[in-house]
C-alpha cells in the first residue's frame, strides 16, 4: 500500500509540476525516449517510478470513477516488483497494437493500456 501511495505521488508531482511552471501545452515523454529508456534502466529508476504510477494511477482512477465496480486493471503485477515483466508487457503490447515506431506511442497512454490489455478485468485467468 506505500508503495501504491509513493507511486501514485510520484506520478502525480511529475504531471503537475510541469503544468505549475510553465502553461504551455501538456507534455509527454516522446516515444524514442521512453522507449530506449525500456532497455536501458535498471530497476529502481525514475521510469520505472513513473510507469508504475502510471498503471497505479490508471486502476485508482477507474475505481473512483465507477465506484468501485469496475477496475480498468485485475490482478496485476506491481510495475516495480518485476521490471522485466513490466518490459515484457510494454514491449508485447506496443507489438501486438503495431505502434513500435509510432509517434502516437505516447508512454502515458501506453502502459495503463498495455496493463489492461495483460490484465483484462472479467475473464477467467
Same mark, same amino acid.
Given at each position: 500500500?506505500? /508503495?501504491?501511495?509513493? #507511486?501514485?505521488?510520484?506520478?502525480?508531482?511529475? %504531471?503537475?509540476?510541469?503544468? +505549475?511552471?510553465?502553461?504551455? @501545452? @501538456? /507534455?509527454?515523454? @516522446?516515444?524514442?525516449?521512453?522507449?530506449?529508456? !525500456? =532497455?536501458?534502466?535498471?530497476?529502481?529508476?525514475?521510469?520505472?517510478?513513473? *510507469?508504475?504510477?502510471? +498503471?497505479?494511477? #490508471?486502476?485508482?482512477?477507474?475505481?473512483?470513477?465507477?465506484? &468501485?465496480?469496475?477496475? !480498468?486493471?485485475?490482478? #496485476?503485477?506491481?510495475?516495480?516488483?518485476? +521490471? =522485466?515483466?513490466? /518490459?515484457? *508487457?510494454? +514491449?508485447?503490447?506496443? $507489438?501486438? %497494437?503495431?505502434?513500435?515506431?509510432?509517434?502516437?506511442?505516447?508512454? =502515458? $497512454? $501506453?502502459?495503463?493500456?498495455?496493463? %489492461?490489455?495483460?490484465?483484462?478485468? &472479467?475473464? %477467467?485467468?
Amino acid at each position: 500500500m506505500r /508503495r501504491l501511495l509513493l #507511486a501514485a505521488s510520484a506520478s502525480l508531482a511529475l %504531471a503537475v509540476a510541469p503544468a +505549475v511552471a510553465d502553461p504551455s @501545452p @501538456p /507534455r509527454h515523454l @516522446p516515444p524514442g525516449l521512453w522507449i530506449d529508456m !525500456l =532497455e536501458t534502466s535498471p530497476p529502481d529508476t525514475a521510469i520505472w517510478l513513473y *510507469i508504475s504510477g502510471l +498503471v497505479n494511477g #490508471a486502476i485508482t482512477g477507474s475505481l473512483a470513477s465507477t465506484g &468501485g465496480a469496475q477496475p !480498468l486493471i485485475c490482478g #496485476a503485477h506491481d510495475p516495480m516488483s518485476d +521490471v =522485466e515483466l513490466t /518490459r515484457q *508487457i510494454l +514491449v508485447a503490447y506496443l $507489438v501486438t %497494437a503495431d505502434l513500435v515506431d509510432n509517434d502516437k506511442a505516447i508512454l =502515458e $497512454v $501506453v502502459a495503463p493500456l498495455a496493463f %489492461a490489455w495483460a490484465y483484462p478485468c &472479467g475473464t %477467467a485467468t
